[in-house]
Nanobody
Framework: QVQLVESGGGLVQTGGSLRLSCAAS????????MGWFRQAPGKEREFVAA????????YYADSVKGRFTISKDNAKSTIYLQMNSLKPEDTAVYSC?????????????????????WGQGTQVTVSS
């Protein structure tokens, strides 16, 4: 079975940085799409970033472009989310998601319903 485990969350001040990790097992990485979503208290879960295992295509929410970078380490079966210039509005539980699919459309990466596997999440808190 697929297992996703996030780590790296914490408390930082505005303008600080954090690097989240998501270790994956049970995936066929050649056909995988993996992404990060976040959910703040009282708000709906929203897309943050995603990456395709083949070709390394990346996708970002407009709210994080230029500040966040998604990447992967094939040897470690892990994806990362480097978060810079953090703002209080970035405070949320960040969850890793994955989907195995032979067919992929770019717009699918942004959709919560596209993903089939989810981690438990890691808390990111940005103080003002």
């Amino acid at each position: 079975q697929v297992q996703l485990v996030e780590s790296g969350g914490g408390l930082v001040q505005t303008g600080g940085s954090l690097r989240l990790s998501c270790a994956a097992s049970g995936l066929t990485f050649s056909s995988a799409t993996m992404g990060w979503f976040r959910q703040a208290p009282g708000k709906e879960r929203e897309f943050v970033a995603a990456i395709r295992w083949i070709g390394d295509s990346t996708y970002y929410a407009d709210s994080v472009k230029g500040r966040f970078t998604i990447s992967k380490d094939n040897a470690k079966s892990t994806i990362y989310l480097q978060m810079n210039s953090l703002k209080p509005e970035d405070t949320a539980v960040y969850s890793c998601a994955a989907r195995l699919s032979d067919t992929f459309f770019s717009r699918s990466a942004y959709s919560e319903t596209f993903y089939r596997n989810w981690g438990q999440g890691t808390q990111v808190t940005v103080s003002s």
